[in-house]
């Protein structure tokens, strides 16, 4: 069998690189243009935890909620305004009702019908939390998606494999809680956005309920685990050639191609301007992939981003990004054809053009 997966990666470039490149290449950190590694890393966190702060003392949400029985397994729930009103006196009589049960594990019964979108954090399946990756919660809230942050466990607690099991369990739960939704749209980051993206392959006839998905959002990730098995810092993460393999997205819809439950189902891959060529290459080659087996994809290049400032623009409702998303959660039937990043000029981290896209 041929274990490399599609022919095109007998001639990746990665296998060329040396360890330092590779490390190089793998380090998001290295590649911020506007501010030292070091910086960037500290402002992500800063940033983080702020629009985190600011979702929690601002909308309405549902902390803390057990999707599963781990201690880890634990999500977020940000709900509209306008919706949640309703939702929250139902909640709450319920609760009451229901006595002394510890908040967390109350049901929550909200059949509002809403779009869900569901974010996957980075930090290489090692760093990392839903306390500090509120992102995209006010803007989205604001236009009436409800957004879901996601905990999962992280290494060396969790390995790969339960990561994305608990990924799998996290979607389940929000479809048996809203089954009346509008849609699960699903948003990753980086490692989040291979968490999310290996939702692709998954075997929902053993959960007892197909989640409605209607889109994934895939920001600057890693679809082909190989060469991560060696670069120092992650390595650990990937013992054998075939767990990098069985986790693989990439690999695994060369091998055998998944179709979409629901044929409107789309797939938005980006990746920053400034991330490195492994970046660039891995989201490409994940865009065609999805193009060849079917599905409905595409690709982006976001103008002057880096690895980091793409989620730092989505707290903000005009970026060319969070319109994109809110087109698709919020106008079911609409599709992405291209962002069009009307800049050309570099302006400075802080400003960003408004796009627009282009519907069928
Ligand atoms: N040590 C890494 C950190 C990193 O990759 C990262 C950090 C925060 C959020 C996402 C990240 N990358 C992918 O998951 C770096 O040098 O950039």
Not at 60 to 69: C, Q
Not at 127 to 146: E, H, I
Not at 175 to 203: E, F, R, T, V
Not at 309 to 336: F, H, K, M, P, R
Request: hydrophobic content about 40%; aromatic content about 10%.
């Amino acid at each position: 069998m041929d274990v490399s997966g599609g022919n095109h990666r007998h001639e990746a470039p990665w296998k060329r690189m040396s360890k330092e490149e590779l490390d190089n290449q793998y380090s998001p950190s290295r590649w911020v243009v506007r501010l030292g590694a070091e910086e960037a890393m500290r402002t992500y966190s800063q940033i983080g935890n702020e629009v985190t702060k600011r979702a929690r003392a601002t909308g309405r949400s549902l902390l803390n909620v057990l999707y599963g029985d781990g201690d880890g397994e634990k999500l977020d729930i940000y709900l509209p305004e306008a919706v949640s009103e309703g939702n929250w006196g139902l909640v709450v009589a319920l609760g009451s009702q229901l006595g002394a049960l510890p908040w967390p594990t109350r049901p929550l019964f909200c059949p509002t019908a809403m779009p869900f979108l569901v974010f996957f954090h980075g930090g290489y399946w090692q760093s990392g939390s839903k306390d500090t990756s509120a992102f995209m919660v006010n803007p989205l809230t604001a236009q009436g998606v409800a957004v879901v942050i996601v905990a999962y466990d992280i290494a060396p607690k969790g390995t790969l494999d339960q990561m994305v099991d608990q990924v799998t369990q996290s979607i389940v739960f929000v479809q048996k809680q809203y089954p009346g939704n509008q849609g699960i749209y699903l948003c990753g980051h980086s490692a989040g956005a291979h968490l999310a993206a290996m939702m692709l392959l998954a075997d929902w006839t053993k959960h007892g309920v197909t989640p409605n998905l209607k889109g994934f959002f895939l920001l600057s990730g890693v679809y082909d685990l190989e060469p991560i098995m060696h670069t120092s810092e992650n390595a650990p993460l990937l013992p054998a050639l075939e767990d990098a393999q069985r986790n693989s997205p990439l690999w695994q819809l060369e091998t055998a191609p998944t179709q979409p439950a629901d044929p409107a189902c789309r797939i938005l891959v980006t990746v920053g301007q400034h991330d490195s060529p492994e970046f660039h290459r891995q989201s490409r080659e994940f865009y065609q992939t999805l193009c060849q087996g079917g599905w409905k994809a595409s690709f982006e290049e976001l103008h002057d981003m880096d690895h980091f400032e793409i989620l730092w623009n989505l707290t903000q409702e005009d970026y060319v990004l969070t319109q994109a998303y809110l087109d698709v959660c919020v106008s079911v039937g609409g599709s992405i054809n291209t962002i069009h990043n009307s800049n050309n000029n570099k302006t400075g981290a802080t400003q960003w053009e408004t796009g627009w896209l282009e519907l069928e």
